[in-house]
Structures are given as structure tokens and as C-alpha cells.
């Protein structure tokens, strides 16, 4: 038994070292070329910056956090560091959140980008996404203090129900977006093969801009469950 935990986490800790560098790398390079791509609109943008930021602390703190911790484990019981578990839950459940609730935020921006039309630049403005997203890092750091004062059964009850509704909502909003970017792919085909293409043109690259960001959303929501369901 003793053999087989050392051996788990000694695969654990190397798988995590490669992915702490793929983290901070890549979240890294999305970040910068974010900030230097200035035809991403800013609303968007500011979703996906604070979801690399989420990211990238997952890989700055969270993966080294969790290194330490195997590594803690391989010693002696973990209970012995009070203080480090602490640290580890706090850190590590903020980035998580924040993760969480980025994708999710991200998924609602673009099903109402979607089926909004031309009334999303209205009612989606930049500052409404900033405080969006101030509010959802705010509520990142206060649930993860809020854990250790309730009965633990009562805290993975409640875990269980935050991330679950994070991913059947973004699910959901997710299909919506798939099914309604097909339908955006057949209207565009049409559009494309009558004769006032040239009238029609704004139209086709304004929905073929939607369809990439959304496809992009996709991809992400994916990449999520992919990352976060074994771990969960």
C-alpha cells in the first residue's frame, strides 16, 4: 500500500511539473497576445484575460502548491502542517473558482453576443464586463474562506453544487452556441451564392467573427472539462 502511494505520487509530481510549465507558458503567451491584438473586442478580451490570469496562477501557485503537498505526503501525515493546507486550500480553491467562473462568464458573453445581435453592444458594454469580472474574482477569494467555517460534509455538498452548475450551465449555453453557429454557417453559404454578395458582405464577415469567437468558446469549455473532471 505504502509503495503503491509513493509510487502514485511520484508520477503525480512529475505529471505536474510538465504541466505547471505548459501553465505558466502558454497562459503566459496568451496573455501577452492578447494585449497586443487590438481587434479582439474589449469586453471579450477582458473575459479571456481574466481567465488566462486564473490559469496562469494555477500554474504559478497552484501546481507547485500541490507539488508541495505529495511531496509533504511522502513524509508524514499532512495534518502535521496545518498552516501549509491552509495556504494550499485558500490559494489553490481561488484559481479554481475564478476558472470556473471565467469559462462560465465567457459562455454567457458569447450566447448573448450570438442571439443578441446588434443589441449586445448596448446592453454588453466594457464596464459592465469589468465589474463582471472584478465581482467574480471577489466572490473567488471569499468562498474558499468561507469553506473552513461550515461542517466539512456541508462544504463538499456545496462544492458539489457550484461546480456542477458551472458546468451544466456552460454546457447548456455551449450547445446553444454550437447549434446556433451551424445554423449561422448555412445562412452565410446562402448569403455567399446570391448575387448581391457585395451587399450582403458586412453581414457575412460580422457572422463569420461570431462563429470563430464562439467556436473558440467552445474549445475552451472542453479543454476545461478535460483539465478539471479527473481532478473533481
Known sequence: MVGALYSSNIANIVL?????????????????????????????????????????????????????RLALELQADLTSFPTFYTVYITVSSQFAYASFFGVLSLSLDRFLAIHLHLRYQELVTYQRVVTAVISVWVLSGLIPLIWPQI???????????????????????????????????????????????????????????????????????VLFLVCYLPNI
Request: charge should be positive; include cysteine.
Open 16 to 68: 505536474n511539473a510538465v504541466l505547471c510549465f505548459f501553465a505558466i507558458t502558454l497562459n503566459g503567451a496568451t496573455i501577452y497576445a492578447l494585449r497586443k491584438t487590438p481587434s479582439v473586442p474589449k469586453p471579450l478580451k477582458a473575459l479571456l484575460l481574466s481567465l488566462a490570469v486564473s490559469d496562469l496562477g494555477v500554474g504559478i501557485l497552484g501546481h507547485p502548491l500541490y507539488i508541495t
Open 151 to 221: 461542517p466539512i460534509h456541508i462544504a463538499y455538498v456545496l462544492f458539489a453544487i457550484v461546480v456542477v452548475s458551472c458546468f451544466v450551465v456552460s454546457g447548456v449555453l455551449n450547445s446553444k452556441i454550437y447549434a446556433t453557429v451551424r445554423r449561422h454557417a448555412h445562412q452565410i453559404h446562402s448569403l455567399q451564392v446570391q448575387p448581391t454578395i457585395q451587399e450582403n458582405a458586412p453581414n457575412v464577415t460580422n457572422a463569420r467573427r461570431l462563429r470563430k469567437s464562439a467556436f473558440m468558446t467552445i474549445r475552451v469549455y
